[in-house]
């Protein structure tokens, strides 16, 4: 009944979602999946985008008690990759075909608005083909409207929780959901690609938490989701909690390609990390885009937001090799083409 009102109308109500969410079965999750796999290749066919990751920074102002480099974790090792060092990923990426380059880090002080406008320029004018995206956390509008101005193209940032109370069981008190909402309006309205996303299985997570998700997702029409399991970091607070389900991630992933069908979806390194065929399973049930890494071998173990990430020892192109017979093997095909979201 309910699958079929999702499948119909793109959306149910929170309690609806709930309803979904406690009572599923391998036949809902089967039927869900095939419709997320349909509506994917409506709109993108059989393409797999693939985004060039480059973890520039694990210095982090901030302390979310779920997040291996959350400030007071003192055993990380810290780095910065140099502006010539970020430039050289780029042109390694570029060079092996990548259209989209991803500056991920920590909310890091020392990249302050001049110098982050700085790469973004330069950046923008060595591959006026490539899509940048900006994936650093909070900031304020003017400077969201100044790194937009300076060429970045897209923005990613997971709201974590759509419930204010967890988000407070997840996030110290200089954090809020509020300011997190605002961000992402913000950065829609001046006219980002835009992504939101949460972790599965997060600790003090429902299935109301996760309805009210749902919710907020179909409001905010993001152009990408990002959802992956939680994993424990042994560094954090919550290094002894549960890792998250890969089984609920994928009947997520299912869900949310229905709510938002056009939307560019991440099979995530910590699907991939809690499965080792959990990227597979992801493109299976409705993720369209995979993100390998592009930083530097040597500080890769070092961007370590949980335990056993995959890929850290491996070269960028050795990834790319196996990502392109990953994607494959399930029927789809790695393109190195930008990737925009689709627009009618
Ligand atoms: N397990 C899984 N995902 C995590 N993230 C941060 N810490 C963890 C963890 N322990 C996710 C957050 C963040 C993104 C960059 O990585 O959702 O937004
Ligand atoms: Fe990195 Fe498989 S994608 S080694």
Known sequence: MLVEKLIKEH?????????????????????????????????????????????FTNYCK???????????????????????????????????????????????????????????KEIKSLYPDCALTLS????????YKRFKEAGA??????????????????????????????????????????????????PYQTNETLAEDLVFLKELDPDMVGIGPFLPSHDTIFADCEKGSVEKTLLLLSIIRIILPKALIPATTALGTADPKGREK????????????LSPVTVRKKYSLYDDKICTGEEAAECQGCLTRRVASVGFQLVSERGDVYRD
């Not at 036949?27 to 349909?38: N, P």
């Not at 997971?158 to 909402?181: D, I, Q």
């Not at 992801?282 to 890494?293: Q, S």
Request: aromatic share 10%.
């Open 136 to 143: 650093i956390g909070e900031r304020s509008h003017d400077t």
């Open 62 to 120: 901030n302390n979310c008690y779920y997040c291996g480099i959350r400030l007071d974790n003192k055993n990380a090792s810290r780095y910065r990759l140099t502006e010539e060092e970020i430039l050289l990923s780029c042109k390694t990426g570029y060079d092996l075909g990548f259209r989209t380059f991803v500056l991920q880090g920590g909310e890091d002080p020392y990249f302050t608005d001049d110098r982050m406008v700085e790469i973004i």
């Open 11 to 55: 959306c149910l109500s929170k309690e609806e979602y709930i309803e979904l969410l406690d009572n599923y079965t391998a036949d809902t999750m089967e039927k869900l999946r095939v419709e997320a796999d349909r509506l994917k290749r409506q709109y993108y066919g059989d393409k797999v985008f693939t985004r060039g990751l480059i973890e």
């Open 282 to 293: 992801g493109l299976l049930a409705g993720a369209n885009v995979v993100m390998p890494n």
């Open 153 to 202: 193209d897209r923005y990613l940032l997971r709201h974590e929780t759509a419930n204010e109370e967890h988000y407070n069981k997840l996030h110290p008190e200089n954090l809020s959901l509020k300011s997190r909402m605002e961000c992402l309006y913000d950065l829609k309205s001046l006219g980002f690609q835009v992504g939101a996303g949460f972790m599965v299985g997060s």
